[in-house]
Nanobody
């Protein structure tokens, strides 16, 4: 059974930091492009970041570039998202997603259940 389990979300003040984790199981993690996608209340899904399966090539959405960093540990089958300088507009449910294709922006084959990030004073 494929599982993607996110953790690390919560409430943080503007300017603060959070680190999200995604524990993966049930598929060959090292062979998948891994990404983070978010959905804010009343809005559609938005690409946040992706990391390739081999040499760690990364891609970021314009709204998070230079503030967020995506990394992966293939030995631990875990994906991470370090989020710094958080803004209220970063408030969303953050999903860990996996893709078996080579593209860094989908399509996505597996989804986690999501973790809530709220940025508010």
């Amino acid at each position: 059974e494929v599982q993607l389990v996110e953790s690390g979300g919560g409430l943080v003040q503007p300017g603060g930091s959070l680190r999200l984790s995604c524990a993966a199981s049930g598929f060959t993690f090292r062979m998948y492009v891994m990404s983070w996608v978010r959905q804010a209340p009343g809005k559609g899904r938005e690409f946040v970041a992706a990391i390739s399966w081999a040499v760690g090539v990364t891609d970021y959405g314009d709204s998070v570039k230079d503030r967020f960093t995506i990394t992966r540990n293939n030995a631990k089958t875990t994906l991470y998202l370090q989020m710094n300088s958080l803004k209220p507009e970063d408030t969303a449910i953050y999903y860990c997603v996996a893709s078996s294709t080579s593209g860094l922006r989908g399509p996505y084959h597996y989804w986690g259940q999501g973790t809530q990030v709220t940025v508010s004073s």
